[in-house]
């Protein structure tokens, strides 16, 4: 992986409807870097060839899973031409994404298997991808900086047009000197045929880009032709299960813990560690943006269950039931805080549990931060994410203490005062 580190992921800046540039930028730089899906998938599949002896894997391309048999372990795919294929198998690990057919079918078959969805697919996205400027120009680079020896992702906030509404414009360079990026709104009436609202042809995209100066003008045409050629995707749901697994049957990743763009957290939580410091990852449209250290070696879903298997691996089951124990506290950590994303940013009003909770945590941490800096390295919840110190569940503790600390103290002291009053009243 080593190669992807020559241009690492140097931070994001987000320009305010009023222009005011909020900025994150990682220091040391080198510890993040920006990966394609596509490089990644490729690198995966050929180290897998390299590692795994030859003739123990195969890769079956354009398959897809249409039936399980839980009870009879087997599943059902159809290949290219449509032919059923049958496999019977030991252990089904469904990484099947989203949408998996065999969270589906394990919900269909297991008694008490459930999942719950929230803030259901409220975003919709569309991505350009590698757009080179003309050249002698670049994008504006606020700082005056051009970003030649690192990636910078930049969000500026956008007027949607009607029926979307929030929208936000996102652009990040490449080594070689292009751009890539997307478009993003949420949208609370969101259906599968009025997506994307009046946005349709390039000629819609290229109007509704003339407001955005940030980048050369010369690109916006390219842009608007692969914003009207791509698909719009959709995003924003949180998916809690009851359990990630089955008799036999495992789930890994989005399957299992699906969340919203709000921590930026989806492919990190898929990667996330268990006992040592795990990559943080930044999934961002058709990239990955990810702390490069320890990322095949050290912890993800898959990681943690071949540990737990190789631990035991004539146990199947009491493997599965380890990695249950294991995981969903973290899963379930994730989903909670990024179901509340909302509610700790203040959207959800002041009267809210969570906000208070949060801002409780701003205050402390960022106190804790500023007096000892060595050891309250992180100010506040969003590196600890994304730098991922610590599993979800810890992180989600951390949060959460001192409003209940300050709280149970504020109670114990009101109730002291009021036993004294009322001995100071019976001893009249
Ligand atoms: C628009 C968009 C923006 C996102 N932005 C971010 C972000 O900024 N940060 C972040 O961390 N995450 C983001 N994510 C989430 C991130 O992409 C996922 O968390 C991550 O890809 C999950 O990995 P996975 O392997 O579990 O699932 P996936 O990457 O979805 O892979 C699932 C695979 O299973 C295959 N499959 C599906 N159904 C079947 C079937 N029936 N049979 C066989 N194969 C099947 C699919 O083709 C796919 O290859 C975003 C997602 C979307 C859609």
């Known amino acids: 992986m080593s190669r992807f580190r020559e241009f690492p992921y140097r931070g994001s800046l987000l320009q305010l409807q009023n222009g005011a540039v909020q900025e994150v930028f990682h220091e040391p730089i080198s510890a993040k870097v920006l990966v394609e899906r596509m490089e990644l998938v490729l690198h995966i599949v050929n180290e897998a060839a390299r590692l795994v002896p030859s003739g ?25 031409s449509g032919n059923a294929v049958h496999v019977n198998y030991d252990l089904l690990v469904g990484a099947d994404g989203v949408n998996s057919k065999v969270r589906a079918e394990l919900q269909r078959q297991i008694a008490g298997f459930r999942q719950e969805w929230f803030g259901k697919m409220h975003r919709i996205d569309k991505f350009f991808h590698r757009v080179k400027p003309p050249a002698g120009t670049h994008l504006d680079t606020h700082r005056g900086e051009l970003d030649d020896s690192a990636t910078v992702l930049r969000f500026y906030y956008i007027d949607s047009p009607p029926p979307l509404s929030v929208g936000l414009f996102f652009i990040h360079n490449h080594a070689d000197g292009s751009y890539s990026g997307g478009i993003s709104f949420t949208r609370a009436d969101y259906t599968d045929e009025g997506s994307g609202g009046s946005l349709k042809t390039a000629e819609d995209f290229e109007a509704a880009m003339r407001g955005l100066t940030m980048y050369p003008e010369a690109m916006r045409r390219e842009m608007a032709g692969q914003f009207a050629e791509r698909p719009w995707y959709t995003s924003g749901s949180t998916l ?3 359990r990630l697994t089955a008799p036999r049957a495992v789930l890994l990743g989005d399957a299992a813990h699906a969340v919203s763009a709000a921590f930026g957290q989806g492919v990190n939580s898929a990667l996330e560690a268990r006992l040592r410091p795990s990559p943080a990852t930044w999934s961002f449209s058709h990239a990955l943006i990810m702390r490069w250290e320890d990322l095949l070696m050290s912890g993800s879903d898959c990681a943690v269950l071949g540990d737990i298997v190789s631990a035991a691996p004539d146990d199947l089951d009491c493997a599965l039931e380890r990695y249950e124990r294991q995981r969903k506290p973290d899963a379930h950590a994730l989903a909670t805080m990024d179901h509340q994303a909302e509610a700790f940013a203040g959207f959800r009003g002041k009267w809210n549990l969570s906000y208070w909770i949060f801002q409780t945590h701003l205050a402390v941490n960022g106190w804790h931060h500023r007096t000892w800096p060595q050891h309250f390295g992180d100010p506040n919840l969003v590196p600890m994410m994304t730098i991922q110190r610590s599993p979800y569940s810890a992180i989600y503790n951390r949060i959460k203490r001192p409003f209940f600390i300050i709280l149970i103290s504020v109670l114990v002291a009101l109730l002291s005062i009021a036993t004294k009053l009322l001995r100071v009243l019976a001893a009249r």
């Open 56 to 80: 123990r894997i195969t890769f079956h391309w354009s398959h897809a899973c249409k039936e399980v048999n839980v009870k009879g372990q087997q599943a059902i795919f159809t290949d290219e």
């Open 240 to 242: 809690v299960l009851s």
